[in-house]
């Protein structure tokens, strides 16, 4: 299907999206490197590596802590900031920028690797300076959709 | 309720009070910290003197080492 997310994709697409994201690597089910973003070819078997550990101490820390097996981690260091997100299927992490906000960086790795599972793409809003695509007539106001994003579905689905 | 009118000596106070709250907000920014999520998105805060915490940190300042000295190429 057209505009679905792979794997080899989802780091860069990760990246795109979040202007606080300096590097991405998606790791499989098995820890293999599915693709990186932001370190090079040089860098990413180790980026791999770093994130495999990630959640491997992540596991080891969560011994001592009450409640669910942790699916998202968000480590703050000098000079910034690590953020792992895991499914059954897939792995991914990112280093941010220190003024990253972890809410937002967390929120885009669940909606990334939804995506990257055949869930709904990611939309970005259109900018209000943005032109108009056609007149600004009444009837055009009349037939828009509140969610701008759903507006285009359709009109793409049409 | 009404705010009580300061005099000059107040208001640098004020502003003061302000300053030390700014700079310890950023202190506390500034300190290491690992948390951890669940699928609910309910955080957990690692302790510093928890199982793996020197160690996520430790691997997370790797990953921001790396990063940066991909940048500088």
Not at chain 1, 138 to 156: I, Q, T
Request: aromatic share 4%.
């Amino acid at each position: 299907m057209a505009g679905t997310l792979t794997p080899e994709r989802t780091a860069e697409r990760f990246c795109e999206l979040s202007a606080d994201a300096r590097a991405a690597v998606l790791l499989d089910a098995a820890g293999s490197l599915a693709s990186s973003y932001g370190v090079g070819e040089s860098g990413s078997a180790e980026l791999a590596e770093l994130a495999r550990s990630l959640f491997e101490a992540v596991d080891r820390a969560h011994r001592d802590i009450p409640g669910g097996p942790p699916e998202q981690v968000e480590a703050q260091v000098e000079g910034g900031t690590v953020y792992g997100s895991r499914t059954p299927r897939w792995t991914l992490a990112v280093v941010g920028r220190r003024a990253a906000l972890s809410s937002l960086m967390l929120m885009d790795l669940r909606a990334v690797l939804g995506e990257l599972e055949g869930g709904p793409p990611i939309r970005r809003s259109t900018a209000a300076g943005e032109p108009a695509r056609g007149p600004a007539t009444e009837e055009a106001a009349a037939s828009e959709s509140p969610v701008p994003e759903l507006g285009r579905d359709a009109e793409n689905g049409a | 309720m009404k705010e009580r009118r300061r005099g000059p000596i107040g208001r640098a106070a004020g502003l003061a009070e302000g300053l030390a709250a700014t700079v310890r907000r950023m202190q506390r920014e500034r300190e290491p910290r690992v948390l951890v999520y669940d699928e609910t998105g309910y955080a957990r805060l690692v302790q510093p003197d928890g199982r793996g915490y020197e160690r996520l940190l430790e691997i997370a300042g790797r990953m921001v080492e790396l990063v940066d000295e991909a940048e500088a190429v």
